[in-house]
């Protein structure tokens, strides 16, 4: 039948295309159009039923590697079994949809019922009711949770491709395929890709990409519903970043706090600082639980590497994250960090914003003035802060020490005060001052006295007034360090409590892991793990006044076989990993290409296209590996949230354990 096909170029042309055979008693109703890399019909199944037939653009289907992508990812979604995923009736053609010497691969699915989330969201400019985002954007996050549970990332998320049933639910059809127009060249999937702005930023630098993305999609839906409009972008293919979204509520007076952070999180530009997974964000939408901000980083003091602020431990190097600390108490003395000169350089600048970001809780103004006291105003003057100036005090003398070579390294002028030494040269330099008053006062009576106290009068008068002076001086310059430290250090916990060990045994783990994404999910589950183990080790010795060390044990237990089951999934990502390492898709498909036009064996042929399908099923199993920690990391987080805010309820650290136990065993 003959319909409107759109080139590669975008042009119109009109082509006779019949629609395959797909099942008998099939009646078309209207196609071919051109959907990315498919021509696709509006068929009538047999029981009548609405459906799709779309099949792979000839062009595509000539080239063995692309054939194959699609025809696994198509039956990758059709054995998923996920609900919210339109049902695939039938892939085709038999016997094998890979043989190249068979017809363009095709695939037949049902059409759901209801409106598409497009027609929903209306023209550009239109905006939904905030009552009503809510309720669809919980259940387009539902329905992303099922997919995702299933193993399946959608990749290309638009609103194009979800349908809001009557019933409310949120069903997907067109999904999971976006790869393929990304090897296929500068086709016009491809291009349709580059400027879609649901899809996430990552998604066309990388073939490997988690469930995350699709979080990124569902905050450029509820944008759009929202405002009007998706979120903007800038760049194009690989280049294409995205740009950090402002306040929603600057745009449209009603939309709540809490909803704003939340679309904007999903918008996130890096993976790491999106919600973990669908279900916290249809948590979020429904008022559950808490909204998990993105966690502060610090610098491990050992290492270097950014880590967790509350980790005790760094998972980079297995140190424990403070190692300079506060003095203690009972120490009987205590130092400080001291800045002799300040300058404008940029770069010592810098210097001392690291130190205070390594090692201190906060970066303070690092305003100073410089040069001569008169270039500034005196209202310049209250507001800089003067030198010799105190960075840190109250730390320990080698800490001190530490701290003031790597400023000096860095080209600074610091050096370590010793606070008791200081007080006391300060009270010698106080004393000073009468004493030196007082000799010489005795030394002019003396001299008023005659010859003899004239004698001994002049060396008091001058020793005295002397004394005087210089104890002035001393005291003031001495008085100039009177001034509070600039910032505070971090504190160091007094001792390693019971959730180190698990937590040094996931830093041990992580010595072999490469991933970044895999790392940060760990680092993440640990900082829980340390809150929900802690809690319990506490709880258990407030219960029993004396608790000794098999007992902690035996309370742990439950989190210690968290940790394994944790261990067990990273190794399998770890040794995917090392599989994928050796796998480029890009380059196997530029091999089978070029072995092609060679003329080279069919064997060669036949085991670059093994290696494709191998590759491809690593992708997913790493996919549902990856998944699994995500949202076990979700439960982990939302429990340890509940306890800390409920105190002691016994049994909902217990549940949560088993619950990430259950996921991630799951994944297995």
Known sequence: MAGEITDAAGA??????????????????????????????????????????AQLVPELAAEAALRRRWVHDVERL??????????????????????PAAEPPWRVRVEPPGRRLDAWLGADGARRPIDEIV????????????????????????????VLGDDGRVTFTDVGLARLGILSSRTASTLALEASPWAAPEHLRSTVVDARADIYSIGAILHRALLG???????????RQAIAVPPLVALRADVPGPLDELVRRCLA?????????????????????????????????????????????????????????????EAGGHFALVLSQATEKPEHLAALRELYQTFGEAVPSLNFLVGDERLYSKEERKTLHRVPARLFEDIDEAGARQLAARLTQAGLKARVLDVVQWRRNRRLGGWAVPVGLVAAFVGAVGLAGGSFGAAL?????????????????????????????????????????????????????????????VRERVAEM??????????????????????????????????????DAIA??????????????????????????????????????????????????????????????????????????VILAKGDQGAADQVAVAQALALLDAER
């Open 526 to 563: 640990a900082l829980w793990l340390q809150r929900i183990a802690d809690h319990r080790a506490e709880v258990a010795t407030r219960a029993a006044a004396a608790v000794d060390a098999a007992e902690i044990a035996a309370v742990l237990e439950p989190v210690g076989r968290l940790v």
């Open 229 to 239: 409009l998706p979120p903007a972008t800038t760049g194009i293919g690989p280049l």
């Open 457 to 517: 009068g002049i060396p008091l008068i001058v020793g005295g007034g002397l004394g005087a002076l210089f104890g002035g001086i001393y005291r003031g310059v001495l008085g100039r360090l009177r001034r509070a430290a600039l910032g505070r250090l971090r504190a160091t916990p007094a001792a390693l409590p019971a959730a180190d060990p698990l937590v040094a045994r996931l830093a041990d783990l992580l010595g072999e892991v490469r991933a970044a994404d």
């Open 12 to 53: 119109l042309s009109l082509i006779d295309v019949a629609c395959p055979a797909a099942l008998p008693g099939l009646v078309v109703e209207a196609g071919p159009d051109r959907v990315r890399h498919e021509l696709v019909w509006r068929v009538r199944l047999g029981d009548g039923r609405a459906a799709v037939v």
């Open 269 to 329: 530009p890096s993976p790491d600082e999106r919600p973990a997974s669908a279900r916290e964000v249809a948590d979020a939408l429904r008022g559950r639980g808490t909204t998990a901000m993105v966690l502060a980083r610090v610098t491990c003091q050992a290492c270097g590497q950014p880590l967790r602020a509350g980790m005790r431990l760094c998972l980079s190097c297995g140190k424990q994250a403070v190692q300079v600390g506060h003095t203690a108490p």
């Open 78 to 99: 059709a054995g998923a079994g996920a609900p919210s995923l339109a049902v695939t009736v039938a892939v085709g053609p038999e016997p094998d949809p890979r043989d």
């Open 568 to 641: 067990a999934q990273v190794r399998a990502l770890i040794a995917l990993d090392g599989e994928l390492a050796a796998l480029d898709e890009g380059a196997l498909v530029r091999a089978l290409a070029a072995s092609e036009a060679r003329g080279e064996p069919a064997a060669r042929r036949a085991e670059l296209l093994g290696g494709l399908d191998r590759l491809r099923g690593l992708e997913d199993r790493r996919a549902a590996l990856l998944g699994g920690l995500l949202e076990a990391g979700s439960v982990l987080r939302r429990a340890s949230e």
């Open 135 to 162: 309720e669809v954007g919980a259940a387009l996050a539902d329905a992303v949770a099922a997919a995702h549970a299933a193993g399946v990332v959608l990749r290309d998320l638009e609103p194009r491709a979800a």
